[in-house]
């Protein structure tokens, strides 16, 4: 007697093609940039231009003040505003005077807007 080996036939489907795109942190961060990229050009391109004229504004009166020992900007401003308007006294010294901060030195001169 002879013995036949039988094994059963399996048939596997076919398989299943990707269609998905999986990025990893850095490819993520690429493409990220690479659109922030494309942004910033296109306002540069398409931003708005300047507002500057050719004529001259108005000037502001002004008197020169010196900064005392223990002055501050609050006090300067508020000696010279309206009641109510020393905040935004402060504003138009600081503008003024093309000021960083509010931060001011002993000895330091100031524009300040008359009244």
Do not use: C
Not at 2 to 24: E, N
């Amino acid at each position: 007697m002879s013995a036949i080996a039988i094994h059963p036939t399996y048939y596997s489907r076919p398989a299943q093609v990707r269609t998905t795109v999986r990025l990893t942190k850095r490819g993520r961060l690429v493409v990220t940039m690479f659109f922030l990229g494309i942004v910033l050009a296109l306002l540069t391109v398409f931003g708005p231009g300047s507002i500057a004229t050719g004529e001259h504004g108005t000037p502001v009166p002004t008197k020169t003040v010196v900064v005392g020992e223990g002055d501050t900007l609050w006090d300067i401003a508020s000696d010279v505003a309206a009641p109510g308007q020393t905040r935004e006294m402060m504003r138009r010294i600081v503008e003024l005077n093309s000021l960083s901060s509010s931060t001011i030195y002993n000895g330091q001169e100031l524009a300040v807007p008359l009244k």
